[in-house]
């Protein structure tokens, strides 16, 4: 199933949009990117979502795959005690482990933030997916898409408007899809396979950092040689972003790695005597973040400030002009 988005949207107030095929969009994506098996995917076919706007998934994608790899080594912990304590053998137990961690985890309080709340649960059902993945444990993909719209529908859903629960989590950004093209990235160097290494958050922490450092503009220019070098490489650019060959993968990243320029250790670099250190700043707390903050955090901010940045951006440009004349 693919996502869809349409200018249609604005025409009509009669919008209905199917909260699980929104789950599956969303974890389809981090799941592959995350190593989970093509094949384990197949759901029945459901229609697809008139999303309001072509990028709306994919903002999605973003903010779910940073909250997935900010909580990644917390959470796994979680997994392997219970792994240990009770086991996970079957469906039965994963659905009722799902209920129990989602009634007490902080995280997903009726008092917290409805989108904040959706996209947590969906990080959460991403990892909790990729672990029993890589322990060898089978999982039925459209069950769990199943639980997630239950939890939806009965405990954010309930007496509200679904429609504008899910509407509301589309934040404009300008270059999303560069944003998540450096993830996939990061993504096959540091957090495949799932379980490699246990400080995958910290990594993910400090990647953040170092495209913090980066504006807009020279962000998309980052994504922009990114995509070139793998042309001059490859002879074109995968279809599949979060597929692309392994060697291209490994060249990809200390091209990355050139362009960042950075003095401290960038993700994937394990040759550092240095050991991980936590990030400060809003990369180590951004669970406790609302929603919109955290895609402040992650330059995928609202409109209005990227205008603002985008209007100093050109009177800068303007009076650099005008100085060498």
């Known amino acids: 199933m693919a996502e869809k988005g349409s200018s249609r949207s604005r025409k009509s107030s009669k919008r209905k949009l199917n909260a699980e095929r929104f789950a599956y969009d969303v974890l389809a994506f981090t799941l592959r990117a995350g190593g989970f098996p ?8 459901c229609k697809e979502n008139d999303y309001s ?3 709306f998934v994919a903002t999605a994608h973003a903010v779910v795959t940073a909250l997935a790899l900010n909580s990644r080594d917390k959470w796994r912990r979680m997994f392997e005690s219970r792994l240990k304590s009770s086991g996970l053998g079957n469906m039965e137990k994963i659905k009722k482990y799902l209920s129990t961690i989602m009634d007490v985890l902080p995280e997903f309080r009726s008092d917290e933030d ?7 649960s969906l990080a959460l059902y991403s990892e909790f997916i990729l672990f029993l993945n890589s322990n060898g444990i089978e999982v039925s993909f459209e069950k769990l898409l199943n639980k997630w719209s239950s939890y939806f529908h009965e405990k954010i859903a309930l007496n509200k408007d679904q429609d504008e629960l899910l509407e509301a989590l589309y934040v404009e950004h ?8 450096l993830v996939i990235y990061f ?3 540091v957090a495949t396979p799932y379980g490699k290494r246990d400080d995958v958050s910290v990594e993910f922490g400090k990647f953040s950092e170092a495209m913090e450092n980066f504006d807009d503009e020279r962000r998309a220019s980052l994504a922009d040689e990114v995509q ?11 279809h599949d972003l979060y597929d692309p060959p392994p060697e291209a993968v490994g060249e990809a990243m200390s ?3 050139g362009i960042f320029e950075r003095d401290t250790v960038l993700p994937g670099d394990r040759d550092s005597p240095e050991p991980p250190v936590l990030p400060h700043g809003p990369s180590a707390c951004a669970g406790a973040m609302g929603v919109e903050d955290r895609l402040k955090w992650m330059n995928l901010g609202n409109e209005e400030a990227f205008q603002v940045r985008r209007d100093d951006k050109t009177k800068r440009r303007q009076s650099d002009k005008k100085s060498r004349r």
Do not use: W
């Open 38 to 45: 093509e094949a384990k995917l197949q759901v029945k076919e």
């Open 53 to 55: 706007n072509p990028d």
């Open 114 to 120: 409805d989108s904040d709340r959706i996209m947590t």
């Open 174 to 181: 300008p270059d999303v899809h560069g944003y998540l093209s």
């Open 187 to 189: 993504i096959r160097d």
């Open 228 to 238: 070139n070098h793998l042309v001059d490489r490859l002879g074109f650019v995968p």
């Open 255 to 257: 091209f990355l790695t």
